[in-house]
């Protein structure tokens, strides 16, 4: 049997196990948790279907997964009613498997696809009064749909920097990063993602791809992300979460990793204390080194002479250095880099959030940072 089956059936039939038991407790009591967690399970077998070519299991917990959705976001009442139709659903799709993974199965097939057929047409006709209050859908475009969760409007009031680590030996690349966008589309928006839709067309020859980089907005917890991208060869997850990150002391972690740096110097000594301030840390594991101003109203000229200098060394090693003036009393600090912008530009923050932002949105971050996550992920110390 092939590899990609061999996953796809044994994390389906875990995953109907947690459905049938989500829909036992859901029948002695309702639970928003177990609504939620039954929805995601449905979500993600619906993907994985899809990705190995099982389009009538796909398109049975589809119907599933949008009438949960309903129940969710409260345009149908969850009832028994429902609850009945996903353990009648969940108990044909496990049917279905079997069917596919046992060709000796004694189950009907026609009897399970007419089963399909009606379990499907009893969802549209829960959903169909949720379905006449949505608003007309805008014609298609051709935009792909990197683009399109790009340009949508930001939605939700959380946002997250997510590092999907895919493995070695996945088959198909394009597949999962297309369930993974998806999963984005089903959930939020994006604001940043490491690859466009240029890496899904046929003339895009660099397929190899193995860590795939994504801010994303969404009223998701972080907590629950992790259920929503459950999908084959997807290794390993990572999450920061940038808006707790606005509310406490800036830091972008990785495995434990700080990888966003922070000095605040005194009025004296600045250049000296950054210097040693420097040689504390261990560059391999810096992406940007900030230096917050606000207790500076002059730096002089000598001083930035030499600043220029260490930003040259640092960017040799890859580390990248910005400025953060975030008051009025630094407005002076800002007109001095400004000005010898034609010499030595530096990036110019209003506070440490928009510095991590900007510094993340670009391919040489993107490398550095799944750089630093793989040697800390597999053990390497350098």
């Given at each position: 049997m092939d590899e990609m089956l061999q996953v796809y059936f044994e994390e389906t039939e875990e995953l109907i196990q947690k459905a049938e038991e989500c829909i036992i407790s859901l029948e002695m009591e309702y639970s928003p948790t177990y609504v939620n967690e039954l929805f995601r399970i449905a979500h993600t077998i619906k993907g994985s279907s899809h990705m190995v070519g099982y389009e009538d299991i796909g398109?049975?917990?589809?119907?599933?997964?949008?009438?949960?959705?309903?129940?969710?976001?409260?345009?149908?009442?969850?009832?028994?009613?429902?609850?009945?139709?996903?353990?009648?659903?969940?108990?044909?799709?496990?049917?279905?498997?079997?069917?596919?993974?046992?060709?000796?199965f004694n189950e009907d097939i026609i009897q399970l696809v007419n089963s399909a057929s009606r379990i499907s047409e009893k969802?549209?006709?829960?959903?169909?009064?949720?379905?006449?209050?949505?608003?007309?859908?805008?014609?298609?475009?051709?935009t792909g749909i990197v683009s399109s969760l790009l340009n949508?409007?930001?939605?939700?009031?959380?946002?997250?920097?997510?590092?999907?680590?895919?493995?070695?030996?996945?088959?198909?690349?394009?597949?999962?990063?297309?369930?993974?966008?998806?999963?984005?589309?089903?959930?939020?928006?994006l604001e940043y993602s490491s690859i466009s839709d240029e890496y899904f067309s046929s003339n895009f020859h660099d397929k190899n791809i193995k860590i795939l980089n994504i801010i994303i907005c969404t009223d998701v917890e972080e907590a629950d992300l992790n259920s929503y991208f459950t999908i084959f060869y997807v290794e390993k997850i990572d999450i920061v979460d940038l808006i707790k990150n606005k509310q406490n002391d800036v830091s972008f972690n990785v495995n434990g990793r700080n990888l966003i740096r922070t000095f605040k110097p005194d009025k004296d000594?600045?250049?000296?204390?950054?210097?040693?301030?420097?040689?504390?840390?261990?560059?391999?594991?810096?992406?940007?080194?900030?230096?917050?101003?606000?207790?500076?109203?002059?730096?002089?000229?000598?001083?930035?002479?030499?600043?220029?200098?260490?930003?040259?060394?640092?960017?040799?090693?890859?580390?990248?250095?910005?400025?953060?003036v975030n008051s009025l009393k630094t407005k002076?600090?800002?007109?001095?880099?400004?000005?010898?912008?034609?010499?030595?530009?530096?990036?110019?923050?209003?506070?440490?959030?928009?510095?991590?932002?900007?510094?993340?949105?670009?391919?040489?971050?993107?490398?550095?940072?799944?750089?630093?996550?793989?040697?800390?992920?597999?053990?390497i110390h350098k």
């Open positions: 398109n049975l917990m589809h119907k599933i997964e949008d009438m949960l959705d309903y129940a969710r976001n409260g345009s149908i009442t969850f009832d028994q009613s429902i609850v009945s139709i996903c353990f009648e659903g969940i108990d044909t799709v496990k049917k279905i498997l079997i069917s596919k993974r046992e060709p000796d969802v549209d006709s829960f959903i169909s009064v949720g379905k006449k209050e949505e608003k007309v859908a805008a014609p298609q475009s051709d949508a409007k930001p939605k939700g009031k959380n946002k997250f920097y997510i590092s999907f680590f895919i493995e070695d030996d996945a088959p198909m690349i394009s597949p999962i990063l297309m369930m993974i966008f998806n999963s984005v589309k089903d959930i939020g928006t000594n600045f250049i000296n204390n950054f210097k040693s301030y420097i040689e504390l840390i261990n560059l391999n594991s810096v992406l940007i080194i900030l230096i917050d101003t606000s207790e500076l109203t002059i730096i002089h000229e000598y001083e930035i002479k030499e600043l220029i200098q260490i930003k040259k060394q640092l960017k040799s090693q890859e580390v990248g250095m910005g400025i953060i002076r600090i800002y007109n001095i880099f400004e000005a010898i912008s034609f010499i030595e530009k530096f990036n110019i923050y209003e506070n440490q959030m928009d510095a991590m932002i900007n510094s993340i949105k670009n391919e040489e971050s993107s490398f550095k940072i799944n750089k630093i996550a793989k040697e800390v992920y597999h053990g």
